[in-house]
């Protein structure tokens, strides 16, 4: 059947006869760097928090999971066209951060059945797949059997609760096979970060002891490997991807080792050696990442080589393998443009079906429906915290002091102290759908707080949860020292905030935390960091007539500065504190005690602040967790909302006869 016809079958059956999803923003064309094709080519997603609907308001975002089906087909044909490989990978985080996932009960009623229509060769879990019980359940019944044979749990079990019974997560803790065109030999495993944040239904055990585990030994000796393939959710440049690498290094001096990370959000490569590259590939569907791997010694290869030195003289070593990559931003113009499609022969039957689906699974879970209207953007990491287009200052300012309030309470000052982290993404102007809800705030993060605290100590909570690094490196031995080494046990700072922080080399982040200076919110450097994220650029080239660059990822990697595949205008990012701070109803004088407001998720740290600031006072009192009450009842994603339905209501109205 011709692509011509095949669409009009489609369309026979189908109202959708269109990718994309039917409310998103066309995307506009940018001056574009070509895919370097080699003997092996990966394409790897990550951190998608079921964005598998597209990004409905981004122009450089808008494709669906069902044109990444279709891609993915041309991909794999141009693969079998040219006697390479193709294979496709995705290390996690598949769950938690849009209303696709997040809103339907139980949660992923729509994205289980969207994800497995891409045939992914190797896929792992990520932390989000373990927080919540539930979540596990499903990762383990539903997308482990999706994904039978190339799903790898390299380092995660799953506790039975029938038994007790501690399993693998998946039945494979790695994966040898071979590709099907080159007959290439791969080992693959599947890993995720020392994370230890999840509910007990899994375990995950520490990386520097899965390494020293006798089939991993037995993995990387003696199973035929021409190019191990390590998938993890684990950022690039965090301590345990590098214990993974030396590990198989130490047995495979020269093997060419492909990386695949994930967790911290971000596009990043980095070199290990000239053998080896770790490519990390974004977040929320904006990016599909790619890497190509050429000069492998095949099987084949080395046979015609070991023939020919019978009569030669070997001359030179082995051809070091070279690597490529690149950051493919998720939208229809890329995606024509790499796989040689256009509008017309791009979409295949199966993504134009999973498109629809995709459509129809929105459009049940009500996630267009209005709440109100953003009067302009807030930004996430856009601005710097106090500048009045930040969300958080907005928070900090405005949405705290008046929706986090308990009536019994209200005549007491408090201080409300909350995790950048538990926001996700930016606020647009105009419509605040279902859809936004999850999107900003995904997480089900519960008010809680201890009456009375003498502001003495409350006042400190803030500044010692937002310097990392040294002093917090102290406060953690000083707590275990005073024998309350049960809040310390695996604690990660970093768990507080936004997951770009696992971006940053250890060095960087101890360094940061030297220079955080003294007060308040500003433990975290005020300088844009690296540029990303997508909006219409504004300057318009008109002198030489060439289309203005759309504002987006301008990636600078171990490689050098050329791995989008889309130039772009670069945009400022800014690094967020672990935490900010509310101060509410303060009388003029200082107030002696007040309410210390948090939410759950930080509560462990929130403790252990506390016994730092005590310090050596004989008289302190120690704060246990049988000091912490329920503040609010709800979540505070309900009270966010409610704020929004009553101070963003009469917006809409305005904008819409404004425009
Ligand atoms: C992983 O966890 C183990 C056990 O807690 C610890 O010894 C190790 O240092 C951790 N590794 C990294 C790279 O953080
Ligand atoms: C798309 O490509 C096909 C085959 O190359 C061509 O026949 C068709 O005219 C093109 N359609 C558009 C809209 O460019
Ligand atoms: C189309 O999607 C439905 C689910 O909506 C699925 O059952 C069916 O197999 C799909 N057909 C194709 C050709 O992918």
């Known amino acids: 059947m011709t692509a011509a016809a095949l669409i009009a079958a489609v369309a026979a059956?189908?109202?959708?006869?269109?990718?994309?999803?039917?409310?998103?923003?066309?995307?506009?064309?940018?001056?574009?760097?070509?895919?370097?094709?080699?003997?092996?080519?990966?394409?790897h997603t990550t951190d998608t928090h079921g964005w598998h609907g597209g990004h409905l308001q981004e122009s450089q975002y808008s494709a669906d999971w069902g044109d990444y089906v279709s891609f993915a087909d041309h991909m794999r044909r141009r693969a079998d066209d040219d006697g390479v490989d193709l294979l496709l990978v995705d290390t996690g985080d598949r769950v938690e951060g849009n209303g696709l996932y997040d809103a339907s009960t139980p949660k992923g009623e729509y994205t289980y059945d969207i994800f497995r229509q891409q045939d992914i060769d190797i896929i792992c879990p990520g932390n989000h797949e373990l927080y919540q019980a539930d979540t596990a359940d499903r990762e383990h019944h539903i997308t482990v059997p999706n994904f039978a044979g190339h799903y790898i749990a390299s380092n995660l079990d799953y506790i039975e609760p029938e038994t007790g019974k501690q399993v693998p997560m998946a039945k494979d803790r790695y994966r040898a096979f071979q590709t099907p065109n080159q007959k290439i030999n791969i080992v693959a495993f599947g890993f995720i970060f020392n994370f230890t944040g999840n509910a007990d239904n899994s375990y995950v055990q520490p990386v520097q002891q899965t390494v020293q585990e006798g089939w991993f030994?037995?993995?990387?000796t003696k199973e035929p490997v021409d190019l191990f393939v390590v998938i993890g959710h684990v950022g690039a440049r965090m301590g345990e991807?590098?214990?993974?690498?030396?590990?198989?290094?130490?047995?495979?001096?020269?093997?060419?080792?492909?990386?695949?990370?994930?967790?911290?959000?971000?596009?990043?490569?980095?070199?290990?050696?000239?053998n080896a590259l770790a490519l990390a590939s974004g977040r929320y569907f904006e990016t599909i990442g790619w890497m190509s791997v050429d000069g492998l010694e095949t099987k084949e290869a080395k046979k015609a080589k070991e023939a020919k030195e019978v009569t030669e003289v070997k001359t030179a070593a082995a051809p070091t393998v070279s690597f490529s990559r690149r950051y493919i931003d998720t939208n229809l113009l890329g995606l024509y443009y790499h796989s040689g499609t256009n509008a017309t022969t791009f979409p295949t039957e199966k993504g134009l079906n999973l498109t629809e689906f995709i459509a129809a699974g929105r459009s049940n879970l009500g996630l267009e429906t209005v709440f109100g209207c953003a009067p302009q953007n807030y930004w996430l990491q856009r601005r710097s915290i106090?500048?009045?287009?930040?969300?958080?200052?907005?928070?900090?300012?405005?949405?705290?002091?008046?929706?986090?309030v308990n009536k019994d309470r209200a005549d007491k000052p408090r201080v409300i102290v909350m995790n950048t982290g538990s926001m996700?993404?930016?606020?647009?102007?105009?419509a605040f759908t279902r859809d936004s809800t999850y999107i900003v705030s995904p997480f089900i993060s519960l008010i809680n707080y201890i009456?009375?605290?003498?502001?003495k100590l409350a006042r400190q909570v803030n500044y010692l949860l937002n310097n990392n690094g040294p002093i917090l490196s102290s406060l953690a031995a000083e707590v275990a020292a005073k024998g309350m080494d049960d809040y310390t046990r695996g604690v990660d700072w970093r768990e507080m905030g936004v997951p770009e922080q696992y971006a940053m080399k250890e060095e960087e982040e101890n360094s940061a935390g030297a220079k955080g200076s003294i007060k308040g919110d500003s433990g975290a450097s005020q300088k844009p960091l690296f540029s990303r994220r997508s909006a219409p650029g504004s300057d318009s080239d008109a002198e030489t007539g060439r289309p203005p660059l759309v504002a987006g990822y301008t990636t600078r990697d171990d490689l050098g500065d050329d791995g989008d595949d889309a130039i772009h205008e670069p945009l400022p990012h800014f690094s967020l504190p672990n935490c900010i701070e509310a101060d509410v109803g303060f009388p003029e004088e200082e107030p002696e005690t007040v309410d210390l407001i948090f939410f759950d998720f930080i509560q462990r740290f929130v403790l252990m602040a506390l016994a730092f600031a005590g310090g050596n006072d004989p008289g302190a009192k120690h704060y246990?967790?049988?000091?912490?009450?329920?503040?609010?009842?709800?979540?505070?994603?309900?009270?966010?909302?409610d704020w929004i339905k009553t101070n963003w209501k009469d917006e809409c109205q305005k904008q819409a006869s404004s425009s």
């Open 13 to 43: 059956f189908a109202p959708l006869a269109s990718a994309m999803q039917p409310n998103a923003v066309p995307p506009l064309p940018a001056p574009m760097r070509p895919l370097q094709w080699g003997q092996i080519n990966i394409l």
């Open 217 to 220: 030994q037995y993995a990387i």
């Open 241 to 274: 991807l590098r214990v993974i690498y030396e590990a198989i290094r130490a047995k495979n001096p020269d093997a060419p080792i492909a990386l695949f990370a994930g967790h911290a959000h971000v596009r990043d490569a980095v070199q290990f050696d000239d």
């Open 386 to 404: 106090e500048d009045p287009d930040s969300l958080f200052s907005l928070l900090k300012k405005t949405i705290l002091p008046a929706a986090i």
């Open 424 to 430: 996700r993404f930016d606020v647009y102007r105009g």
């Open 451 to 455: 009456p009375d605290v003498p502001y």
């Open 624 to 641: 246990s967790e049988s000091d912490i009450q329920t503040y609010l009842e709800g979540k505070f994603t309900d009270y966010l909302l």
